[in-house]
């Protein structure tokens, strides 16, 4: 799988493997091999882990499931004709890939791609409909709006232009977007982007999610592999993520801080991490960073601690507005004069509100689980600590 370093299996026995001590001993080092696995984020989220760990839900053929709906939704009156699949080129497991052309122009090369319904779906099909027409219509010069986006009773697909040379996370890794994501992204070949063009991507992240916050819309899926750089211009993709209700992709580290606990703070703890990823040309696989290489620049180190330290997780994370006025972003002089646009009808904005209520609901309930897990985790260990300590005190008296 690329250059990803697996975890040693640990050994087996073709004698005395069913002695209770060795099944013991193997087991917690299998538990600490699975561990390891899942400690990588480009394995955890891959079909076959994903398989292995649940087969009811993961077993269906995703990519056919998709080119029969993408078929079905293009006979009944789509303007695209498919000429190529993308297989496993994005890093979710549903969404599937496909180049295609219009019908009146074959020489024009988008990008078509189709996911089912995710588990923050709240929108009925007719408020679908309408916010994907409205979404379309973005006019921002660091958003790149869909050509078009068709929504089903299975999902949504939705047409974009395409970038031959990749997403900003192709670029970090420099890959061609059309490649297996997990052999693309476990490359060992990097190339780390400039302080100067970090704080001007940064810098035009921040001001087209101003502009959505403005219109009462997050984007909620902010990454590395939904933005793309043309031209030097750094531009978000796929605003119809939330619509389909697909989870966030690091939605595991969010469920650990109850502050994320709004669009804002989702799209902000989100840019950290791609920040993150733009400085030193890694994820992050941590919820929080306690320690940043001590080369790193002063002035990104500073927006990056104030948005994944653990005391900024816990005490809150800054605002939008709040980080465009941070020196490492309001330094940085932006050229565009093209007025933004996005109209979002009154029933649309209160689909919006209504989508975005139940999915911050859904988090906070899976926030709370956590912390009631970890305090369990606690009084279990307590428990475990006393009753160590009573028995250590008794073998004292008896010896004496």
Known sequence: MGTVVLPQLPPKKVFGNTDRDFINERKEALQKYLEGILFNPLLA?????????????????FLEEARQNVHIVLR???????TEVLPSCGTRIAKEYFLAHPL????????????????????????????????????????????????????VCVVRPWFPQGSLRDRIHQTKP??????KYSSDKFIPIE?????????????????????????GHLHTGN?????NVCRLLD??????GLPNHIRSHMIHHRKINSMEAIDVYCFGHALYEMVFSKRLTDNTCTEFPPESPALSRSVLESILSAEACKNGLPTIAGLLTHPFFNQTPLHSHEKPSLRLPSSVKQAIAVAQEA????????????????????????VTQQSIKSRSKKEFTSRD
């Not at 790149?144 to 929504?151: D, F, K, L, M, T």
């Open 45 to 61: 989220s891959s079909l076959p882990v994903k398989r292995f760990l649940d087969p009811t839900n993961y077993t269906r053929n």
């Open 76 to 82: 009944s009156g789509g303007s695209h004709e498919v």
């Open 104 to 155: 009146a122009d074959s020489k024009t090369q988008h990008v078509l791609w189709w996911a089912p319904f995710g588990p923050d779906k709240a929108m009925n099909l007719r408020d679908t409909h309408a916010t994907l027409t409205a979404l379309v219509q973005c006019q921002h010069p660091y958003i790149v709006p869909a050509v078009s986006s068709i929504a089903s009773e299975a999902g």
């Open 178 to 183: 059309q490649g297996n994501s997990l052999v």
């Open 195 to 219: 302080q100067t063009d970090c704080a001007v991507y940064g810098r035009q992240i921040l001001e087209a999610l101003l502009f959505l916050h403005e219109k009462g819309i997050g984007h």
């Open 227 to 231: 933005l793309v750089i043309d031209n």
């Open 239 to 244: 605003l119809e993520n939330q619509v389909v």
């Open 359 to 382: 999915m911050l609901e859904r988090l906070a309930a899976d926030q709370k689980k956590v912390r009631q897990q970890r305090k369990l985790s606690k009084a279990e260990a307590f």
